[in-house]
């Protein structure tokens, strides 16, 4: 026995332990939506590995579950990832917790804020609006645009036949009012042919609310009295609130059976299959449109821009809805310095052009107005005109349930349960209640 | 030192009662004082002792009270349909025939797939522009209806959905009642020719009741916690007709960020199933009584 024990003991010691790694390699982590323009980023990031020798992956999670993941991971007060890229109106909700890295000095010395349309430095870095102080560079330019079938917009029969019905020329829609024609035009159930598809989930993220606001703008609509005050009876239900909530339900009569839970997927494949005239979407998503794998009207699909519209005074608006994502740090990350070093290879011109060529949307000036952008994409003319004319909602903390409301109830009222006049003055009497109970009126 | 055996048994039950100390009672502990606080946990912020109020806030808001509604119209419909289902596949699958064996199997089956993902199969499946179950309709002449986004059928989607997943469990547990009858009491009521209700009435379900009990306990239990399929199927939609109270608990923890009302609820919902859990175990006693 003693003379095992004396072995095991010897071998123990001649057994060289392996030696210690000289400097131990860095790997960040990215968060983000698991779609397209995450797994493209993954792949230009092969090239700052190059250059810095610092590794990337991604921890890329279905939109529908994304924000509960990120935030369940910020309660922990430690992430799994490094960098990420929250949706623009979760910017209040990280920084009120603490979660991203305050960049304000670091962004005052590496980044030309000039070279962004201020509504996507007001959305994507800096919290509160105004106060100079930013949490992240801009990401991803992402905003509703529509889609349609080119096939049925330009064929003469239909045409003459639009004319005969409504008094003007079918072409793409410029107003909203333009929009519910067509899509009445197209309402055809005997055919299986449909309107429209839009958006009509009772959700936070990916729901009703973040395609109805682009109409509700336009309409002359008013979500509170201002960041200051924050009143909402009032505003949100006066006439021109009640007129969008209107139009809205109108046009969820032109939607395929079933639309009441319709989210990127389910409009997307109404797409796809040929089941609808015209389709809202967020602009990231139009690659799916135009793949043929994925599209049976792949050559056959058009896009154009949010409408305007006309408010209850007569006067014209014209508002798109901005989404989109800018990229931050995680607060608890430990490779803090690596991961600035990542933001600076992002936001520079030569990547974001690469970006744009491999068929994705920058919110860089420089790249935007460059003709050459024009070609890149069949979007692309659609975001230079939409990129002036971008609004994005709330981002206080609570938006999430605010606008979880918002989508519930309009929902309801296309399904007829309520009428949008009460949709909105009961949104209206619970924003106020959630802003209450948070505090904002004791302020 | 020597370790006495009651020292020795302390010290074997001592892993595992920790880890049980941990996992269970720490987190109920925790939840439970969390909720009388007003917190939220993705603040830097530590929970402010608020007493009763998240109790009455929620008890007295009429919005609670509609999702109790809901679950409570859930879990009346699916827990009868499985029961009915269950129930009468299980006295024809109770006799010899050739394939039982696999039948009984192929039966089984939809128990052992993960809810999410039969949520997400039904999905597609009742979609009323390519699902399956549509296509089926029209072909009959009958029409397409908008299962998971029509308010009046939004409710049926999923509770045919859950029977679909739980009626195996009641062909189960009734099985297993079946098998414990002794078969000289049918021999004795075929001599006195009783008729098939008779020996069924006073034989198979006195003999069966305890663990038809016991099984409904579980499915009741089970379907007031029902949260999968309402999150992959309906979201909770169309509006809020299919919001469960756990659906609701989920968004007040995770999407709203009530931490401390969300525990609230939830110890709501535990005192319900435990209240509902007593009548049946009563029920259970009186039976056995017998």
């Known amino acids: 026995m003693r003379r095992a024990l004396t072995a095991l003991i010897a071998l123990c010691i001649l057994i060289p332990f392996p030696a210690a790694p000289a400097e131990e390699k860095v790997t960040l982590t990215i968060m983000w939506a698991d779609w397209e323009p995450a797994h493209l980023l993954l792949k230009l990031a092969e090239e700052f590995t190059k250059e810095t020798g610092i590794e990337v992956r991604g921890n890329f999670v279905p939109w529908p579950q994304y924000h509960d993941k990120m935030f369940v991971e910020f309660a922990s007060r430690k992430t799994s990832f490094d960098i990420c890229l929250p949706d623009s109106q979760w910017i209040g909700e990280a920084v009120e917790g603490g979660h991203l890295l305050e960049l304000t000095d670091w962004i005052k010395e590496k980044v030309d804020l000039n070279n962004y349309p201020e509504m996507v430095i007001k959305s994507y870095s800096e919290y509160p609006d105004g106060s100079g102080r930013y949490y992240g560079v801009p990401g991803l330019l992402d905003f509703v645009l529509f889609a349609y079938r080119k096939d049925l917009f330009e064929d003469p029969k239909e045409k003459e036949e639009f004319k005969k019905r409504y008094g003007y020329e079918l072409k793409v829609p410029e107003t909203w009012e333009q929009l519910r024609d067509i899509a009445e035009f197209f309402t055809r159930p005997e055919q299986n042919l449909y309107g429209i598809a839009m958006w009509q989930a009772p959700l936070a993220t990916a729901g009703l609310v973040d395609e109805f606001l682009g109409l509700f703008w336009s309409k002359g609509g008013r979500l509170w009295s201002g960041y200051e005050d924050k009143k909402v009876v009032g505003y949100l239900n006066d006439e021109a609130g009640y007129e969008a909530a209107k139009l809205w339900v109108e046009l969820y009569k032109f939607h395929p059976p079933g639309a009441a839970n319709y989210s990127v997927d389910e409009v997307l494949t109404a797409m796809q299959q040929g089941l609808v005239a015209m389709a809202a979407i967020y602009a990231a998503f139009y690659p799916a449109l135009t793949d043929p794998k994925k599209s049976r009207y792949a050559d056959k699909i058009g896009f154009f821009m949010s409408p305007a519209a006309v408010d209850p005074s007569g006067k014209k608006h014209h508002y798109v809805q901005l989404g989109g994502q800018g990229m931050s740090i995680s607060a608890y990350t430990p490779h803090k310095e690596e991961a600035l070093k990542f933001l600076e290879w992002w936001i520079r011109e030569e990547t974001q052009w690469k970006f744009a060529e491999a068929g994705q949307i920058t919110p860089d000036k420089r790249v935007v107005y460059d003709d050459r952008f024009l070609k890149l994409a069949p979007i692309n003319e659609v975001v230079r005109k939409s990129l002036p004319l971008l609004r994005d909602f709330w981002e206080i903390p609570e938006y999430n349930e605010m606008a979880e409301y918002m989508s519930r109830k309009l929902n309801q009222a296309c399904l007829g349960q309520i009428t949008p006049k009460e949709a909105m003055d009961d949104i209206a009497r619970r924003h106020e209640e959630i802003l209450r109970a948070a505090g904002y009126y004791g302020r | ?290």
């Open chain 2, 1 to 290: 030192m020597r370790i006495g055996d009651t020292g020795l048994k302390w010290l074997f039950l001592a892993p595992t009662l920790l880890l049980l100390l941990f996992i269970v009672v720490f987190p109920l502990i925790w939840s439970l004082g969390l909720s009388f606080c007003k917190y939220n946990a993705t603040r830097d912020e530590p929970p402010l002792f608020v007493g009763l109020q998240n109790y009455r806030r929620l008890l007295s808001s009429p919005d609670v009270w509609r999702r109790f509604t809901v679950t409570g119209r859930y879990v009346l419909l699916a827990v009868a349909g499985e029961f009915a289902l269950g129930f009468g596949l299980a006295l024809l699958l109770n006799r010899r025939f050739y394939g039982k064996g696999l039948i009984t199997t192929l039966f089984l089956l939809p128990m052992m797939f993960s809810p999410v993902v039969i949520g997400t199969f039904f999905r597609f499946m009742l979609d009323p522009n390519w699902g399956i179950v549509d296509h089926v309709l029209s072909k009959l002449g009958l029409p397409r209806i908008a299962w998971t986004s029509d308010p009046r059928f939004a409710i049926y989607s999923l509770v045919i959905c859950d029977v679909w997943i739980w009626t195996p469990f009641m062909i189960l547990m009734t099985l297993a009642g079946l098998s414990t009858v002794p078969p000289y009491l049918y021999e004795a009521a075929e001599i006195d020719r009783a008729s098939w209700w008779l020996k069924f009435r006073y034989i198979t379900l006195p003999h069966i009741a305890p663990i038809l009990i016991l099984a409904l306990l579980f499915r009741t239990m089970d379907a007031i916690r029902f949260f999968d399929q309402v999150y992959v199927l309906t979201g909770g939609g169309p509006g809020e007709v299919t919001e469960t109270v756990p659906f609701y608990i989920y968004k007040v923890a995770f999407s709203y960020w009530r931490t401390g009302e969300s525990c609230a609820l939830a110890y709501i919902l535990v005192i319900v199933i435990i209240g509902l859990s007593s009548i049946y175990i009563h029920y259970l006693n009186k039976v056995r009584g017998r």
